[in-house]
């Protein structure tokens, strides 16, 4: 098993751009999520899907959008980059989806630059 | 919503010393704190949690104690090694969904 991957896994953006960070796990997951982690902090949740279907915000939605795609891939999109969003992004992935136990699983980041 | 305080944000230790890091959290609803650990370039792991109704959890060299009274916790390592070098997050959770809030890491160094 790959576990979690994310791909890429360095962009550079410039102010205004739009990209899409792709994550995918194999492990039959039910809950996804998204975070970024700034330096000297820890991660704050941007947006999550604690099933297939539905989608939440998190502490730090705007400026972002994500798509459950399917059970096994959440997508995050930046419509209109802003250098403020210049970050490291996980994603992470837990088993059982709804219980506050649940063990989450990090992909490897996405280091992301935006000028 | 929920606060979580962690310190020391940095710790060096020697070989074979251990290591203490604190938490504190703000919300009496939080019932499941686990550890994370993150080498470098790489996602965080889960290391050991401990829930609301145990006081303390021991794996081989690591261990979480837990005091709802005052509501903080704190992750032990015992006899550390070079490889414990990472950056350590603890994290709080309640209610539904897995979401937590974490702390914002203790980088561990451990001199050989």
């Known amino acids: 098993n790959a576990g979690v991957t994310q791909t890429p896994k360095f962009q550079v953006l410039k102010t205004g751009q739009s990209m899409t960070l792709q994550c995918a796990q194999d492990m039959n997951h039910n809950s996804m999520y998204w975070y970024r982690q700034d330096p000297g902090m820890g991660l704050r949740l941007i947006y999550y899907s604690a099933s297939e279907g539905t989608t939440d915000k998190g502490e730090v939605p705007n400026g972002y959008n994500v798509s459950r795609l399917n059970k096994r891939e959440f997508s995050l999109r930046l419509e209109s980059a802003a250098p403020s969003q210049t970050s490291v992004y996980f994603c992470?992935?837990?088993?059982?989806?709804?219980?506050?136990?649940?063990?989450?699983?990090f992909g490897p980041g996405t280091r992301l630059t935006v000028l | 919503g929920e606060n979580v305080e962690q310190h020391p944000s940095t710790l060096s230790v020697q070989e074979g010393d251990s290591a203490v890091i604190k938490c504190t959290y703000s919300d009496s609803a939080s019932n499941y704190f686990p550890w994370y650990k993150q080498e470098l370039g790489k996602g965080p792991q889960l290391i050991i949690d401990i829930r609301s109704n145990v006081g303390e959890k021991k794996d081989q060299r690591i261990a979480v104690t837990l005091n709802k009274t005052a509501k903080h916790f704190s992750l032990h390592i015992t006899e550390t090694q070079p490889e414990d070098s990472a950056v350590y997050f603890c994290a709080a959770s309640k209610g539904n969904a897995g979401k937590s809030t974490f702390g914002d890491g203790t980088t561990l160094t451990v001199k050989p």
């Open positions: 992470a992935s837990s088993p059982l989806g709804g219980q506050v136990t649940d063990t989450q699983y």
